[in-house]
């Protein structure tokens, strides 16, 4: 597209990129051979295969709870967090009113907020309503931080939606309500579902928020700065091996509904 | 529209507006209030004295850590951004169609990993018999030390921020006038200067808040500073969950907390200003 090309500077740039992805990726694909090695630390040449660390989570009842835990909060949380998330974007799409910046602000603000502030102020004030440390002020919390993903995707859906087709189903006859049913959340439906994986796979990875106000009910990346703030272990690579595969599938599953061809916008 | 706001547009509006206003803005609202709170054996108790606020901001070691943190946090921005360019810029403008989407959605991967695990395997890598340094032993070099010392911490940062510097980079660079760069490449501009003087100016607000993110998120980061920065002497973070973790001080942690968020709010707003702000002013 450009009128000087210079394959030095090109390759060097494509050189770059590279770099900067092997930065990425190596302690993300260093984790998985990691778990699947017989070092305590692991270093070159590296050690033989073993499955030890996978047999060991297996067998810790903690590790287990934690599990339940995370699942039980990140299905409570996908829930909210989308219910939610779809308010706020059709507020967003179909209303102006006074106020609306700062409506908007409150909505999407909590993820800039440093994670070790937001755990305090919570910890803080949910102990004193009596909310802390038990599993429902996790799902508050998250609640709270997930919510603005949700309200984004769908956001992002109900742009690619013809703003005539609502109202031309209230000529039709139909009153919001029926039109909300039969018209918008049909057409949002694939974006509502990437919304549920997606906050379920943030809450699932939230560690810090998570720890201040979990208490005893520990979720399982708690459990895991646990294990980085004791000895060393390679439980956690196993650990991380094993969220990492299920966040990833959520996501995959995300992404095959929303691109659901039947509701795609012609 | 209607004056009158309806029971439909409120069934749909009021849910997050109650959900954000009691669990999010109240507690952050709280910690002001929590903040001249007074801890008499051990137990807090309702109170307006400023006496955390002059026990934190009269130690040294608060001061210490507030400027420590602000350079960490300062250097990760710039040096992330500065390490991002180049990638975002060819993934922008040298890349086909398909394999920039590829590239997005590789580089969004990562926020689907466990941080915590990230640094672990880097806790690896990094260690004064780890993996990189057998590494360079075989080349005849080190062994270096590059674990409890800033390069650990910025590492650390540098795993955080580095896709979304890029992600948001490449975002802002897609919307750079492809004719405006032609036109410059026409009237013979050196590519160097294309890029410095054409490319850059006019992707500068998302260029800015790129790395206004990589600063937030370096400055509130408190797990590399700790496990890949040593965590001695502390960053303001590593301060927070000490505090917090370590008995009923909240109010001084409370403190802490404001200081950061004043911080972040001053950066943030000057940030914006000077990424909104007119060329050629």
């Known amino acids: ?266 | 529209m209607n004056t009158r706001p309806s029971l439909f547009s409120l069934t749909f509006s009021l849910p997050l507006l109650i959900w954000q206003l009691a669990f999010f803005l109240f507690p952050l609202a709280f910690l002001v209030a929590l903040s001249f709170w007074t801890v008499r054996n051990f137990q807090m108790q309702p109170d307006f004295d400023t006496v955390n606020w002059v026990k934190i901001y009269s130690r040294s070691v608060f001061w210490d850590a507030y400027f420590r943190t602000l350079l960490l946090a300062s250097a990760s921005a710039v040096l992330i951004s500065l390490t991002a360019f180049p990638a975002s810029y060819a993934i922008s403008f040298k890349l086909g169609e398909n394999a920039k989407r590829w590239m997005i959605f590789v580089l969004i991967i990562p926020f689907f990993t466990s941080y915590l695990v990230r640094v672990y395997s880097l806790q690896v890598f990094l260690s004064d018999a780890g993996i990189l340094n057998a590494f360079l032993g075989y080349l005849g070099l080190g062994p270096y030390s590059m674990l409890n010392n800033s390069f650990g911490t910025l590492t650390g940062y540098a795993t955080l921020c580095l896709p979304l510097v890029i992600l948001l980079q490449v975002f802002s660079l897609n919307f750079v006038n492809r004719d405006l760069v032609e036109a410059a490449h026409n009237m013979r501009c050196g590519r160097l200067r294309t890029v410095l003087e054409v490319i850059i100016p006019s992707a500068k607000a998302g260029l800015v808040i790129a790395g206004l993110f990589a600063f937030i998120l370096s400055f509130g980061d408190f797990v590399s500073p700790l496990y890949l920065g040593g965590g001695n002497p502390p960053t303001l973070s590593i301060m927070i969950t000490d505090i917090t973790k370590s008995g009923q001080q909240w109010p001084r942690a409370a403190v802490v907390a404001l200081t950061m968020i004043a911080t972040l709010l001053t950066v943030a707003f000057a940030a914006i200003k000077f990424a909104y702000r007119e060329a050629g002013k």
């Not at chain 1, 609640?143 to 859906?157: K, N, Q, T």
């Open chain 1, 1 to 266: 597209m450009t009128g000087n090309r210079n394959p030095l500077i090109n390759g060097l740039l494509k050189l770059h990129i590279t770099l900067c992805l092997i930065f990425i990726f190596t302690p993300i694909a260093g984790s998985f051979v990691f778990s699947l090695n017989s070092d305590r630390f692991p270093s070159l040449p590296l050690g033989s295969f073993s499955t030890e660390w996978y047999r060991l989570i297996w067998e810790d009842p903690l590790v287990w709870a934690g599990f339940f835990n995370t699942l039980l909060v990140g299905a409570c949380v996908a829930a909210i967090a989308t219910l939610l998330g779809f308010g706020g974007a059709y507020t967003d799409f179909r209303y102006k009113f006074f106020g609306k910046p700062v409506y908007l602000a409150l909505a999407l603000l909590p993820p800039t907020i440093p994670v070790v502030i937001m755990g305090l102020a919570m910890l803080a004030f949910l102990s004193r309503v009596s909310l802390s440390g038990n599993v429902i002020s996790v799902i508050i919390a998250h609640g709270v931080m997930c919510s603005p993903f949700a309200m984004a995707i769908i956001r992002l859906r109900l742009s690619q939606m013809d703003p005539d087709l609502e109202a031309a189903a209230w000529n039709l006859g139909g009153n919001e309500w029926v039109t909300m049913r039969h018209v918008i959340i049909p057409f949002t439906k694939p974006a509502i579902y990437a919304a549920l994986f997606i906050t379920m796979a943030v809450s699932f990875d939230e560690f810090a928020v998570a720890w201040f106000v979990s208490g005893l009910n520990e979720t399982l990346p708690v459990k895991v700065l646990g294990f980085l703030q004791g000895q060393v272990s390679p439980r956690i690579n196993a650990i991380g091996s094993l969220a990492f595969v299920s966040s990833i599938s959520f996501i995959v599953i995300a992404q095959i509904l929303m691109r659901n061809p039947e509701s795609k916008p012609s």
